[in-house]
């Protein structure tokens, strides 16, 4: 259901490689509250996966574009004031990925070229395009940035690996550019923390089934899903949230405010043995 909640904005979405993305999602539901915007992703996602369909559906242009590139970036900006007509509105940064995860190395086994690259590709984007962006006012007085982050970036949570790191840092580029950013452009900087979400990116990390299921059960309102992220960003780039900024907001069915509840109690003190070694000592799991 539309409640016209982006008449008349321009947006650029990041990250829409297939229906199962959360930025796929965002697309949709900015061009059913009234948007119009353009889509990006790496030449390689624009290939393999199906962003071109969802441009033909939302009858959005497609601009391939390595996030971590700062030309790249530029071009993305630049045609999207061209062919959207004018400066945009909001941005959607819904990108991750960390060749650590992929490569199954754990955390005290890091390979450091490829922590950089996570580094890069998951957070230091994020600034890039922030100050591409400033640098070409391409951003109307009163947008919305929006960028997609985890729980994991306050809370240990095993498996998730160098990506919790570059989750902080998303988040810290949020507060310190969402300052400059507000104080000179009015523009809004935030970062939304999702709750496990069952896509390709989410799929890489290492038990995300039991992830996904501890998380259900533990939150109150359950998972938010892929969708309800999507309620959730056309918010934050509406003007219903206009003083809205340097924020991590928890989108999480109260998950992150949860300790313990009596039912992950009964279950925890069932399966404890086969994390001890011969001499009963607690080992990594
Ligand atoms: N799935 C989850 O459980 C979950 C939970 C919380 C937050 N998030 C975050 O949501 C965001 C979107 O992930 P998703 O779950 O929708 O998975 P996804 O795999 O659909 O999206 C990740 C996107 O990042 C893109 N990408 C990777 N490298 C890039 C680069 N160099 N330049 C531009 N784009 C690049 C991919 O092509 C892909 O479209 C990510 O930031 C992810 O960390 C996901």
Redesign the pocket.
Known sequence: MSNNLLAGKRGIV?????E?????KVAERAVEEGAKITL???PL?VRM?TTNELGAKLNAEIIP????SVDDLQVVFERSMEVLGGKVDFVL?????SPNVRKKRTYDDLDYGMLNTTLD??AV?FHKMIQVAKKLDAINTGGSIV????IAAQRTMVGYND?ADA?SLLESIARSFGYIYGREKNVRINTI??????????SG?KG?DNLFDFAERMSPLGNAT?DDCADYCIVMFSDLTKKVTMQNLYHDGGFSNMGMSYRAMEQYIKGLDEYRDENGNIIYG
Request: net charge neutral; no cysteine; charged share 5%.
């Open positions: 990041f990250g829409a490689l297939n199962m993305s959360i930025a796929w990006t992703n790496t996602a996966g574009a390595d996030a971590t940064h819904s990108i991750g990925m590709v998951s984007s960028a997609l982050s985890y990506m989750k923390s999702q709750s496990p979400t069952m896509t390709t990116a989410g990390v995300i892929a």
